[in-house]
């Protein structure tokens, strides 16, 4: 996601938290790439491609079985979950929404409920109920022009609040100021809001993987998804190779900690995540997102994408307004739905994962 610098205020000394902190910022600016590059994937994939265990009853060996397969997927298949992220951003984001899914084109989308559009969208949820509508927790406020501060009261949130009075704009000024309590408070404060205006949201993530921060901002991202029982969009981290891969390629802090808690946390994992990469035209665009998921191993992967019909308020907000304009016409777009069928892929969404999760425990 293309992001704004803004120069953080100093503290009057170092507190243990801030120290602590510190240690992940320049990593950080690696781990967001993540959340916008398709590159990550085709590593992450290499690693479990490959991967083998040994049955200690049998002697022989047997390939790892993916989360796809754990949800009653067939064996070997590449599960899509095509996710709407930003929704709630502005009226574009919304419009693109409602047009993808009133028109049956995809079914999952998340909302930023600290943004000026997010009850609106909430709204037309309510009338949509074969919708997968989920939040996409918001802890940062990236824009130069359009920005927004919590939900939560500020004074008890103060860490999460930049000089302007909104959220801070990159995620690691957030990790720098912002205790996992006061991430907690925030986090639940969104969900809670919703329920307030009559939805529950059926899935969370996490906005420029601000909750993949920190060790500490993780274990408040599950505990939170597990308390609520709605599941998050977790990554199989705790899966060696997968964690190694991530620390590499991704520079996250995945510590031990991490692994641990990912590997005790009690709902569906993703086995891969990437996004809709960039391209210098539509059909380049679109050439590149044939390119990844023709590199897809079998399991269940998460592509995220920003569509918002391309205005002059859209271009005023982000000077990324061209690939979201793009990205609101690609999974339209009779050739690639037309790839995707002979591809071979199934696409399903986060109400049909626990659906099948729920059956199986």
Not at 262 to 271: A, E, Q, T, V, W
Request: aromatic share 10%; charged share 20%.
């Amino acid at each position: 996601m293309t992001t704004n610098t803004t120069q953080l205020s100093e503290k009057s000394g170092f507190d243990f938290q801030f120290s602590k902190k510190l240690k992940y910022v320049i990593a950080l600016s690696l781990a967001i790439a993540l959340f916008a590059s398709p590159a990550l994937l085709s590593a992450s994939k290499r690693a479990t491609d490959t991967k083998v265990k040994s049955s200690s009853i049998s002697g022989s060996t047997q390939k790892e079985q993916s989360w796809a397969e754990k949800l009653g997927f067939p064996s070997g298949k590449r599960v899509l979950l095509l996710h709407i992220d930003d929704a709630g951003m502005c009226p574009e984001a919304n419009t693109s929404t409602y047009n993808y899914i009133e028109k049956g084109f995809l079914n999952s989308a998340a909302v930023m409920m600290p943004c000026p559009n997010a009850e609106a969208i909430i709204k037309w949820a309510k009338g949509h109920p074969k919708a997968d509508i989920g939040l996409h927790l918001t802890l940062t406020s990236e824009w130069t022009n359009h920005r927004w501060g919590p939900i939560s009261d500020p004074a008890k949130v103060p860490g999460l609040i930049d000089p302007d009075g909104k959220l801070w704009h990159e995620v690691p000024d957030v990790v720098m100021h912002a205790s996992a309590q006061e991430v907690e408070t925030e986090i639940r404060a969104q969900i809670e809001k919703s329920i307030a205006l009559g939805y529950r949201p059926n899935h969370i993530d996490t906005h420029m993987g601000t909750l993949y921060g920190s060790p500490d901002y993780v274990n408040v991202f599950l505990k939170v998804a597990q308390d609520y029982h709605i599941p998050g969009n977790i990554i199989n981290v705790a899966d060696p190779e997968i964690a190694e891969n991530f620390k590499k390629a991704a520079g996250y802090p995945i510590t031990e900690e991490v692994i641990s808690s990912i590997r005790s946390y009690n709902m569906p994992k993703l086995d891969n995540f990437t996004s809709v990469g960039p391209g210098d035209t539509y059909e380049i665009k679109r050439t590149n997102f044939f390119t990844l998921v023709k590199s897809l191993k079998e399991g269940l992967t998460e592509i995220i994408f920003h569509p918002s019909v391309p205005t002059e308020n859209l271009k005023s907000i982000t000077g990324t307004w061209q690939q979201r304009g793009w990205e609101g016409d690609l999974f339209a777009d009779p050739v690639v739905i037309n790839f995707l069928k002979d591809q071979g892929v199934i696409i399903t969404d986060w109400k049909e994962i626990m659906a099948r999760f729920d059956k199986k425990k």
